[in-house]
């Protein structure tokens, strides 16, 4: 038997007993003719000790041990003459009487420790080696809990499990796919599925009415701090099911996960906000409620001063930032330049600050008197202390968005978004389609088999664009602390609203036919109402576990570049692999002709 115990697991009441430890050797040290070995597994660490009088071999043994070293140790379990309260083994160490090297180790890149020395990089490249330290193991731990505990809870509710293929067609919108060759259909590829929408709405009209699937999903975009080309979604659908039964359901997933997962109690019910509240209120579809501070509309009350600024601006608004009107101008400036990024893409930043003593000064006292600065504070609910901070432009959405980054930025300043709080709610009633001023269509905001709002099916049917922008989705988004982390609809199950939603989408009857004939096909055979949503797993245990980034929580991710360093992919392959694929890459065709 290679062990009796885990390093994790031994403690004062196993006092007297003697065991056997298998583990890696995170640090070994003497101290006064003793040697403390800190042995590590996944489970925790226990300190080994070898006495001064213990025989020379043994002496000699455990101090040639060298960090990440796999070793066997035998010995006693005694009680610690110094306690460490911070360890659960704290309070034991073991008195070794045997020492077996089941293999050595080289000296590792970096400290497999809580903190490691290592830069992000070489971490990467040694993912393995990084995956032994603690955060990576409550990580990981934490994912696994929160995926048993989702597959319990839709047990119990009579979903099934159902795997759904990776080699798919391939049908962009949105994002870009991957696609594989075939080599057996030269010229033909697959591609990999970006979510298995199409795939689960067929399992509804083949009767199977509760599916889910923890599953990956592919999307080759470019990436954003925070994204994987390849993630996990815990994908689910539903049939003979309204927006109301599919809230229901999930609200309660989410909260069996928080309450099971980390002993915490979300709101029942969950409050719902709909998109366009959240627009005007936040300036986000995914509003983080954790604090107020929330956009107020000023267009009408700046109006009328001579300022052709705000005079002029489709839509002005502002948020009061609490007890900010202490700001210096400098650090008013350096706001400036901040919302002057491309990342926030404003033109300029005005401010009021509404100071202790009831005065105002502004960047703006030209063109507003004491007077008018009061109401304008007063309409943005700006009180004695606060600095408002106001943004105007032709286009309301879009100023909008901006003041809610800058009001996310102004939150994280003072400290109102701590991780351990959670304000999860429901975004609803999004607008089915959005207008595109570039490309001149519209495109699908969730997906194109998201249905219209039953109510709001005249104007789906109607060719006037106001008409079309004005219809809603019974569509979805489980949004928490500022981040999306779930999403979906009822979907259309009609094979007559399915080649509408093709035709507002400027997909013609051909292209429809050829990219998505088959679930227009399988509409016709009696397709039940349904709907369903995703929830983005890997996001969801990362804000469990109180991270901002999804990386901890992958065993092995890509880094900003879509690359795996560890295992150095993409990679270039052979020409007879490119041979057999009947493949030309003109891309190393270049490398070929420069070199
Ligand atoms: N498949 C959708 C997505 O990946 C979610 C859904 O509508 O179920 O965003």
């Not at 919108?173 to 033909?188: I, K, L, T, Y």
């Amino acid at each position: 038997m290679y062990r009796t115990h885990t390093c994790g697991e031994l403690r004062i009441e196993n006092k007297g007993q003697k065991v056997t430890l298998a583990g890696w050797v995170q640090k070994a040290r003497k101290l006064g003719g003793m040697t403390f070995i800190d042995l590590r597994d996944r489970y925790g660490i226990t300190q080994l000790v070898v006495e001064a009088d213990a025989p020379a071999a043994l002496v000699e043994k455990a101090t040639s041990l060298g960090r990440e070293y796999v070793i066997q140790a035998v010995g006693e379990v005694v009680e610690r003459q110094a306690k460490n309260p911070k360890m659960p083994t704290g309070e034991i160490e073991i008195r070794l009487e045997e020492i077996t090297v089941l293999n050595k180790s080289v000296t590792p890149p970096f400290t497999i420790e809580e903190e490691s020395d290592g830069g992000e990089d070489l971490r990467m490249k040694f993912r393995y080696l990084d995956l032994r330290r603690a955060p990576l193991q409550r990580a990981l731990r934490l994912r696994h809990r929160v995926a048993h505990e989702v597959r319990n809870y839709l047990d119990a509710k009579g979903f099934m499990e159902i795997e759904t293929p990776y080699l798919i067609k391939s049908t962009p919108e949105g994002a870009r796919d991957f696609v594989v060759p075939s080599r057996m259909n030269p010229g033909q590829f697959y591609a990999l599925p970006q979510s298995p929408q199409t795939f689960k709405q067929l399992l509804m009209v083949a009767g199977y009415d509760r599916y889910f699937q923890i599953v990956r999903c592919f999307r080759d975009e470019d990436l954003r701090a925070d994204r994987q080309p390849e993630f996990t979604q815990i994908d689910c659908e539903m049939s003979f099911v309204e927006q109301e039964d599919v809230l229901g359901t999930f609200e309660g997933m989410m909260r069996t996960l928080f309450k099971n997962v980390l002993d915490v109690d979300i709101p029942d019910p969950l409050p719902r906000m709909s998109w366009y509240d959240a627009m005007d209120r936040y300036g986000s579809d995914k509003p983080d409620v954790r604090f107020g501070m929330e956009i107020h509309e000023l267009t009408e009350v700046v109006k009328g001063k001579g300022f052709s600024v705000l005079d002029d601006a489709a839509y002005v608004g502002g948020i009061a930032v609490p007890g900010a009107a202490e700001y210096s101008r400098k650090e008013i400036d350096a706001l400036t330049e901040w919302v002057k990024r491309p990342q926030v893409g404003a033109k300029g930043l005005i401010y009021i600050k509404v100071n202790a003593d009831g005065s105002f000064k502004s960047s703006i006292d030209k063109f507003y008197t004491p007077e008018d600065l009061a109401r304008i504070a007063a309409a943005a609910q700006a009180k004695p202390g606060d600095l408002l901070l106001v943004m105007s432009g032709p286009a309301k959405r879009k100023v909008q968005t901006m003041l809610g980054v800058l009001r996310l930025e102004m939150g994280g300043r003072l400290g109102l978004r701590d991780p351990k709080v959670f304000a999860p709610l429901w975004i609803v009633d999004f607008p089915l389609l959005e207008w595109d001023d570039e490309t001149q269509r519209f495109y699908a905001m969730h997906h194109p088999f998201t249905a219209p709002k039953p109510e709001h099916e005249k104007w789906f049917y109607s060719n006037k664009k106001e008409d079309l922008e004005r219809v809603c989705a019974n569509a979805y988004d489980f949004v928490l602390n500022g981040n999306e982390l779930g999403g979906g609809s009822i979907r259309i199950h009609n094979a007559d609203m399915q080649k509408r939603m093709f035709e507002v989408l400027g997909i013609g009857p051909e292209e429809a036919e050829y990219k998505f004939g088959f679930i227009i096909h399988a509409f016709q055979y009696g397709a039940p109402p349904h709907g369903g949503l995703a929830f983005g797993f890997d996001r969801v245990c990362a804000l469990m576990g109180g991270q901002d980034t999804i990386r901890d929580y992958i065993a092995f991710p890509k880094n900003n570049q879509g690359r795996d360093v560890m295992i150095d992919s993409p990679s270039e392959i052979d020409q007879a692999q490119l041979d057999e694929l009947q493949l030309v890459s003109t891309a190393s065709a270049d490398n070929g002709a420069d070199n």
